[in-house]
């Protein structure tokens, strides 16, 4: 039995590197993976909850603030590690990623699997277009998260448009 994965990308395009999360999710649905369904979200604690509830397997993608270097990438199981706060400084939301994964864990409605991925950005300033740093991150990220869709929905069929 093949399982549905929900990828949500996370941010706003018009804060320059926080539109990483969005830009990786429209990649991934044109690659159209099978079992996979996708959407974007602003990354606002409250419609992120209703946008994942009933789904089993969750990927988040979304741009993390500087902690190492731009263009790091960083994978979260969310169900065994703590998702920390510091990560997303970036958000204009106070109610956000952590808080609703935090909440949502308390309330014992975290999906089944729920994975957030994510590049170090280096740019959050009003403005469209990535950093050049988060760029080249973007082919690392997306060959991740296709294979752990291929993992969770248990096919081994390369996504249309795979290189």
């Known amino acids: 039995m093949n399982t549905e994965v929900l990828v949500i990308g ?7 590197d ?3 999360g969005l830009c990786a999710a429209r990649e991934v649905q044109r690659r159209g993976p099978p079992g996979v369904r996708v959407m974007e979200c602003s990354g606002e604690g409250t419609a992120l909850l209703e946008a994942w509830k ?21 994978r979260i199981d969310c169900r065994r ?3 920390p ?8 939301h ?3 990623v952590s808080e609703a994964i935090a909440l949502a864990t308390s309330l014992g409605s975290l999906p089944r699997v729920l994975l957030l991925y994510g590049i ?15 760029v080249r991150s973007i082919p690392d990220l997306i060959a991740w998260i296709g294979a752990d869709i291929a993992d ?9 448009g795979t290189p």
């Open 81 to 83: 590690d703590s998702t």
């Open 85 to 92: 706060h510091s990560l997303f400084r970036s958000s204009s």
């Open 54 to 74: 009933g789904a089993e397997c969750v990927l988040l993608i979304d741009a993390i603030c500087p902690g190492h270097s731009a263009g790091s990438l960083h």
């Open 152 to 160: 969770l929905t248990h096919t081994n069929e390369p996504a249309r």
């Open 120 to 134: 170090e950005g280096c740019n959050f300033t009003p403005g469209q277009g990535l950093s050049d740093a988060v």
């Open 18 to 20: 926080d539109g990483l």
């Open 10 to 16: 996370l941010g706003n395009e018009f804060r320059s």
């Open 94 to 96: 106070t109610f956000g």
